[in-house]
């Protein structure tokens, strides 16, 4: 439905000049009267879909309702400025689980020094359902877009992926101060977090800027639990398939020029992995090496669960 | 469970510099590092608390969904910059559910011209929860906040009260334009809107501002659906409970010194009727005048369904 109803919802909006992103790339992009802009983004987690409340302690899910968002923010190169935090809360226990909620919420916020600014607490028959919205601010750099890269650019991913559904996408951290980081010392073209998984929002990078994307599956960092999950259910897939596919690893992808690419591999400084996987090229898809030389399409895969129209 | 979770809250949170009002007024005023502010809220509206999905045209559920904070954003006379809208909508009929929400936010949006920047929408097994974020920027006054008013100043109130349920609470016309005129031209000294009741709601503005506060209940401007709500159901109250207690008028209490108010009463400008209703006092607490001329204090009745943290 997400796509489908992404495209109806931005014909019927309405241009406004100071909505310089809106419903394309992880966060809107609202520039104020006078000077300045605000990074603003949503995400909405809901029992039974991102979370099953039965089996995890409230605490890891007040953390990824911020999380989630700190990722959307560092896929834009934005520092978070405040959280405003809204939670229907199954009548049972509701007090004792919002505060669960928010001691899980606060403790990655100070974290991140992210006040939260606001909030709305209510009571109802229905399952948990929360949603926090972020703001933030562009870095110096200006804001990190989805349309930037360019045939040619490398791409450079953080961390690993696959497997994370084992525990990792609870207890993420969220690149946003790798983000500040790079922004302020590269020249970077072009960024996405990894949600619904490293070909599919690959595949959104390139589309956004109007070019295609070449990997070598060999260099694509696979995370302990891909593998893990690849021998409890080999039927899953293969180690490199959860990591191409599993999503909501919430790392970063990124398009830099290639001497920048080089500097950046070899700075110390970052504090965490890079990896270069491949590079944009100027056929628009997304295209992999095999082990012969020759190239071959290789289809994105992932999940649509999260269906974040700003994403 | 309201009040005393947000004492909890209020006492995790650490102090930020930059957050000049956050979890005590109808929105958050968030500084942005080098100049300017941004104000914030979020609500979340619940099928079976605010509404009722089998009962009500979604289109008149989002609207309310986004009036809701544009009536937050009038009682700070700020001025609406752009919206971001989560939503869990249930698995069956998901996709025309969700676009006769947007239509009925859209409508309103556009009237505001205010964009949807952002949004998340969510397929679950629960029933219908919508949240709305909403950004603005303070008027040129600066923000109306609800700790300013002063014993002496004179309590104006816009429209009518009472009886919202048989309809007002989706239909109101947020009073944004009111307010941004009122604060441009006169010296406001303290706003709230009345979402909880109009006797709780100024209990509250009073209780910030320090001070107490005296009606005269022969003046409060009582809504002819509080009249029939008191006709249906009599053992309900008189209009006049109704008036004070039923909630979700979405109309805005100001404080303002005596001359601006004479001044205001005879601003034809307004669009809006505004009535005088009584005073702000130095001793705390809520005042009526009875028929023999004397005081009594008068209960402040409301409902806190919308538990709204940021209020």
């Not at 593998?227 to 909501?248: F, I, K, V, W, Y």
């Not at 992808?253 to 950046?264: E, H």
Request: aromatic share 6%.
């Amino acid at each position: 439905m997400e796509a489908e109803f992404l495209r109806w919802l931005r014909e019927r909006t309405p241009k406004y000049p100071g909505l310089r992103l809106g419903l394309t790339d992880d966060a809107a992009l609202v520039d104020l009267p006078g000077a300045g802009a605000v990074v603003a983004t949503v995400d909405m987690l809901t029992d039974g879909v991102d979370f099953h409340l039965r089996e995890v302690d409230p605490r890891r899910v007040g953390r990824k309702s911020l999380a989630v968002n700190l990722s959307d923010l560092a896929a834009m190169a934005a520092r978070p400025l405040a959280a405003l935090v809204a939670v229907a809360l199954p009548r049972d226990g509701s007090a004792a689980l919002a505060r669960e909620l928010y001691e899980g919420l606060l403790a990655l916020a100070e974290e991140f020094e992210t006040p939260i600014a606001g909030g709305d607490t209510n009571t109802w028959d229905g399952p948990l359902a929360i949603s926090v919205t972020l703001l933030g601010i562009p870095s110096p750099a200006g804001p990190l877009t989805r349309s930037g890269a360019r045939p040619g650019d490398h791409i450079l991913v953080t961390g690993q992926f696959g497997g994370s559904l084992l525990g990792h996408h609870f207890d993420f951290v969220p690149r946003v101060r790798e983000a500040l980081y790079l922004a302020q010392n590269y020249p970077l073209r072009a960024g996405i977090d990894v949600s619904d998984g490293l070909s599919l929002d690959l595949s959104r990078l390139a589309a956004a800027s109007g070019c295609g994307a070449w990997i070598d599956p060999r260099l694509v960092p696979i995370a302990p639990s891909a593998h893990a999950m690849a021998n409890q259910r080999p039927e899953s897939g293969t180690p490199l398939e959860h990591a191409l596919g599993d999503g909501e690893d919430f790392e970063l992808i990124l398009a830099l020029p290639p001497d920048a690419a080089d500097r950046l591999l070899a700075d110390r400084a970052v504090g965490t992995t890079l990896t270069r996987i491949g590079q944009f090229v100027a056929e628009p898809g997304l295209w992999q090496s095999l082990a012969d030389g020759s190239r071959a399409p290789l289809v994105p895969r992932g999940f649509e669960h999260h269906s974040t129209a700003s994403r």
